[in-house]
């Protein structure tokens, strides 16, 4: 069973930076390629996708809002995809949730950031961006 945990959330100030990490467990040992991607659940607001990334390739995809504060990437942790936000503002408040699915296609490109697309869900982390 795959398993999703999220870490890195917290309060920050606007302009801040943080890194948010997602690390899976229970891949099945033939899915080498996964789609992975963070989702934002705002308050009052929809769940959105902010960020994915498909590990075979390494090809990111990027909501409009984020682009170019956001990065989505693999560190040398094995099972792990970071988010790194720089320049935070107060729209990025909300609770951040790792999303994967497993055993995609090589030619599925690129992650799409659509929840219906995802199996496996973490927890989520909150983060707070104040002025």
């Known amino acids: 069973q795959v398993q999703l945990v999220e870490s890195g959330g917290g309060s920050v100030q606007v302009g801040g930076s943080l890194k948010l990490s997602c690390v899976a467990s229970?891949?099945?040992?033939?899915?080498?390629?996964?789609?992975v991607a963070w989702f934002r659940q705002a308050p009052g607001k929809e769940l959105a996708g902010v960020a994915s990334l498909v590990t075979w390739t390494g090809r990111t995809n990027y909501a409009d809002g984020v682009k170019g504060r956001f990065t989505i990437y693999e560190p040398n942790a094995r099972n792990t995809v970071d988010l790194q936000i720089h320049t935070l503002l107060p729209e990025d408040t909300g609770t951040y949730y790792c999303?994967?699915?497993?055993?995609?296609?090589?030619?599925?490109?690129?992650?799409?950031?659509?929840?219906?697309?995802?199996?496996?869900w973490g927890q989520g982390t909150q983060v707070t961006v104040s002025s």
């Open positions: 999303a994967a699915k497993s055993g995609v296609s090589v030619t599925d490109d690129p992650a799409p950031l659509t929840q219906d697309e995802y199996p496996h």
């Open positions: 229970g891949y099945p040992s033939d899915s080498s390629n996964k789609h």
